[in-house]
Nanobody, 121 residues
Framework: QVQLVESGGGLVQAGDSLRLSCTAS????????MGWFRQAPGKEREFLGV????????YYGDSMEGRFTIARGNAKNTVYLQMNSLKFEDTAVYYC??????????????WGQGTQVTVST
């Protein structure tokens, strides 16, 4: 069973930047793709972005607006989400997901527990 652990969430002010990290318990093609989702209270889970094993292919959700960047660590079992110019509406629980294939929906087999990001105005 693959375990994903997110870190880096917290309370920030609007306009700040924040980088989330997610580390998988293994570094094999079982985590060929790693991605990020978020879920705000009362809303559906939203796709933010996904990246492949090499780090060369990335897909972003429509709401990223160019403010978020996803990157893969050199060890391949880590993925980062750099978030800039944060807005109040970015407040949500952010989830890391991983699996053997690139997806742009929530069909990943492995999920982290989530990390809270709260943006104050």
């Amino acid at each position: 069973q693959v375990q994903l652990v997110e870190s880096g969430g917290g309370l920030v002010q609007a306009g700040d930047s924040l980088r989330l990290s997610c580390t998988a318990s293994i570094s094999t093609l079982s985590v060929f793709a790693m991605g990020w989702f978020r879920q705000a209270p009362g809303k559906e889970r939203e796709f933010l972005g996904v990246i492949d094993w090499s780090g060369e292919r990335t897909y972003y959700g429509d709401s990223m607006e160019g403010r978020f960047t996803i990157a893969r660590g050199n060890a391949k079992n880590t993925v980062y989400l750099q978030m800039n110019s944060l807005k109040f509406e970015d407040t949500a629980v952010y989830y890391c997901a991983a699996g053997p294939a690139l997806r742009r929906h929530s069909g990943f087999p492995y999920w982290g527990q989530g990390t809270q990001v709260t943006v104050s105005t």
